[in-house]
């Protein structure tokens, strides 16, 4: 479908305000020289017609949802994108492509290049609403040079539409259908394309599912495509204050590491000097800062690290929630499983025994699950905090940077209004 642009300049309304467009342009581009900020992951302007498969762009045109990307600009069209609704739906929509494929970012090349988790980003996604599937689709590693990870493809199709060899073959399709459709190599083209064809494929891909071995992204963090840059000015992720600023009493603290890295705790102590201002506001009570091993008295607040992979760390939680006013979990181990729930897609059995079994160090016919009726028993699975208890607050972050988290818990103790940045807002 070719398209025929006028330039004609006609009235249209976003959000009730009036800009002039140039009819027939895309309303994505339209309300970008409008100022307005509509997010996608799908759609690129050399693609026409666009490909409007992540629906990322959703908006109100004339009183219908419609994704932005595949509306051209008329006279008097009425669009809505920044109403309480349309935020909501379109958070939900990306949320859904984190909880429907395996994004463990801090294990990703991608990461910091990724559109996906910029757009995390940009839309303030701080949690899923959804519960993660933990699927195990197919990873192709066939290819001398490629590997397909199809449990981080949003299905944007852009590979499909956009990859082929000099000789106008087609690298990547589509394969079966509906939640099953998986993108397939075709592994005689794939071997035609030259190096820097290889490397543009795995560029498009708006996430890590297309990766051209050792071809990792050398940029150091800082430095990287998303690391400071926002799409939108004055970007900050607004928690809203109660206002009321009560008296600073001294607060008590309790902190535990579950499945864990103990990153979250090494952040919390990141603050530098912040750290002797710190000391004047809260006191430590049943932590591995303190080493104080039981709870003595109730605590204001407990800061939850990891998640759930075994039965001792559902005692340790459970006997928090009981001891502490609120409590948070910190960190995206405990908020859904984070690096450990890796193992989630795979059965436990398989695990330990490519862990004790079949583990490369191991002599000869020497390895063996251990076992001991002391030791915590695993769970099938890695749990998130909030399956297990009562969940107050959500800190989100792999780490959360130090001043994130205690912005957070100075809001959550004494009401201080707060904001975090773009770049303090990491999950890798
Ligand atoms: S960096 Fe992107 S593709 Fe990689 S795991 Fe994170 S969101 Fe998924
Ligand atoms: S592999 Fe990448 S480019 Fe291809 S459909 Fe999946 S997300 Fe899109």
């Given at each position: 479908m070719k398209n025929t642009r006028s330039e004609k300049r006609v009235t249209i309304t976003i959000d009730g305000k009036p800009y002039q467009a140039a009819e027939g342009r895309n309303l994505v581009d339209a309300a970008k020289e409008a100022g307005v900020f509509i997010p996608s992951l799908c759609y690129f302007k050399h693609l026409d017609p666009p490909l409007g498969t992540c629906r990322a762009c959703t908006c109100k045109v004339n009183g219908r949802n419609v994704p932005a990307c595949m509306q051209r600009v008329e006279e008097g069209m009425a669009v809505e994108v920044n109403t309480p609704e349309l935020i909501d739906i379109r958070k939900a929509l990306v949320e859904m492509m984190f909880a429907e494929g395996n994004h463990f970012c801090p294990s990703c090349v991608k990461s910091g290049n990724c559109d996906l988790q910029h757009m995390g980003y940009e839309l303030g996604i701080?949690?899923?609403r959804f519960p993660h599937l933990f699927r195990d689709r197919h990873t192709d590693y066939q290819s001398r040079r490629m590997v397909l990870e199809n449990n981080r493809c949003i299905k944007c199709r852009r590979c499909v539409e956009e990859v082929f060899t000099d000789q106008g073959k087609r690298v990547f399709m589509y394969q079966n259908r509906g939640i099953e459709t998986l993108v397939g190599i075709d592994h005689e083209q794939e071997a035609l394309l030259t190096e820097a064809q290889a490397e543009a494929a795995m560029n498009l891909c708006p996430t890590g599912a297309i990766v051209v071995r050792g071809?990792?992204?050398?940029k150091p963090f800082g430095l990287r495509?998303?690391?400071?840059?926002?799409?939108?000015?004055?970007y900050g992720i607004r928690w809203s204050a109660?206002?009321?600023?009560?008296?600073r009493e001294k607060k008590m603290v309790a902190t535990v590491s579950l499945a864990g890295c103990f990153g979250c705790h090494m952040s919390l102590l990141d603050i530098d000097e912040e750290i002797l201002d710190l000391v004047d506001l809260v006191e430590f009570h049943k932590s591995p800062l303190t080493d104080i091993k039981r709870f003595t008295q109730r605590c204001d607040l407990g800061i939850v690290e990891g998640g759930c992979c075994n039965t001792e760390n559902i005692e340790t939680l459970r006997e928090f929630r009981e001891n502490c006013d609120i409590l948070v979990a910190v960190g995206e181990c405990a908020i859904w499983?984070?690096?450990?729930?890796?193992?989630?897609?795979?059965p436990l059995g398989e695990c330990l025994e490519e862990a004790f079994i079949n583990a490369q160090t191991n002599d000869e016919g020497e390895g063996r699950v251990p076992y001991h009726e002391d030791l915590p028993k695993l769970l099938n699975r890695v749990y998130a905090c909030n399956e297990i208890v009562k969940i107050d607050y959500l800190i989100p972050g792999c780490p959360p940077s130090a001043s994130h988290l205690w912005k957070v818990i100075r809001n959550i103790l004494w009401g201080e209004e707060f904001s975090v940045l773009y770049h303090e807002f990491k999950y890798d």
């Open positions: 701080t949690h899923m071809k990792r992204v050398a495509s998303f690391d400071q840059q926002s799409e939108q000015e004055d109660n206002g009321d600023r009560s008296p499983g984070g690096l450990p729930a890796m193992r989630n897609t795979i």
